[in-house]
């Protein structure tokens, strides 16, 4: 499909909702090693949105890659390799253990770019939230389209992580947690549990850490590092980690109501870039 093509795919919407259960709640707690309550009416960790509303397919409308097949909400793009590139969110309310939750789901752009891989696609979803409270999370979610893996291509260059950060944690990802976080967001994407799909077709060395599962983690240990809930984050998804490694959980002191985060890889090489901001 050709980038004039495309144009058409911009302005268009989707609305969906999701409840906020205990049982979900339960679900996500266990697999955080975390043990809370959830009485009703209680609001929930704000970041915790992002593993409601999956994007539920029926298995006749799911691609080779384990995604939903593109050209009903998002646009058909004929780029075989779709990542996430990062998100902008913000949280004005607070979703609550009960809440029947609304969905608001925009495309706002869509951008050719090329790279060292070869073409690439951005497409830009702005997804709001709402419940009982009004408005609670809004997010910008950038998705990246590009070619498949060139044999012999060598890999891109890395960024060292900052070597004095304020506080550390290390994380060890391992098949058994990227089953639950696909499990409890329902995400089929073969990458991050086919490993004979992830090496033979997707090019990887092994399985990929979700890049939604590196920024919880990362968040959960920023949260625990200074005490206190975000009101906002921006992050960047550098490059893929992988199982088989620790990964460093890193980040700064809060500053002006603002504090940096980042994941590295076991070489010290920068994977997500994150900042974070507190209320003052």
């Given at each position: 499909m050709t980038t004039p093509d495309l144009a058409q795919w911009i302005?268009?919407?989707?609305?969906?909702?999701?409840?906020?259960?205990?049982?979900?709640?339960?679900?996500?707690?266990?697999?955080?090693?975390?043990?809370?309550?959830?009485?009703?009416?209680?609001?929930?960790?704000?970041?915790?949105?992002?593993?409601?509303?999956?994007e539920i397919a029926p298995q006749s409308a799911i691609g080779a890659d384990g995604h939903p097949r593109r050209g009903d909400f998002l646009p058909p793009i004929d780029l075989p390799r779709r990542?996430?590139?990062?998100?902008?969110?913000?949280?004005?309310?607070?979703?609550?253990?009960?809440?029947?939750?609304?969905?608001?789901?925009?495309?706002v752009s869509i951008t050719p770019k090329t790279g060292r891989s070869g073409r690439m696609m951005f497409v830009t979803v702005r997804h709001t939230i709402s419940a009982r409270d009004g408005v609670a999370v809004v997010e910008e979610q950038d998705l990246v389209y590009r070619e498949a893996a060139a044999p012999g291509v060598a890999p891109p260059d890395t960024t060292p992580a900052p070597s004095d950060p304020a506080w550390r944690e290390a994380a060890h990802p391992d098949?058994?947690?990227?089953?639950?976080?696909?499990?409890v967001t329902f995400n089929g994407d073969r990458i991050h549990y086919d490993v004979d799909y992830t090496r033979g077709i997707e090019g990887y060395p092994a399985l990929v850490v979700n890049?939604?599962?590196?920024?919880?983690?990362?968040l959960e240990a920023a949260i625990r590092a200074h005490g206190r809930q975000p009101v906002s984050v921006s992050v960047r998804n550098i490059r893929p980690l992988h199982i088989g490694h620790d990964i460093t959980l890193a980040g700064s002191t809060i500053l002006a109501g603002k504090a940096?985060?980042?994941a590295a890889d076991h070489t010290g090489a920068l994977a997500v870039s994150a900042e974070i901001g507190y209320p003052f």
């Open positions: 302005g268009r919407t989707r609305e969906g909702e999701d409840e906020i259960t205990r049982p979900a709640l339960r679900r996500i707690a266990a697999m955080l090693d975390r043990s809370e309550d959830f009485a009703p009416g209680t609001p929930i960790p704000p970041h915790w949105y992002a593993m409601f509303f999956p990542m996430f590139a990062g998100r902008r969110v913000t949280f004005p309310g607070v979703l609550r253990v009960g809440d029947i939750a609304a969905k608001r789901s925009e495309i098949p058994v947690l990227l089953f639950r976080y696909s499990a890049g939604g599962l590196t920024l919880l983690l990362l940096a985060a980042w």
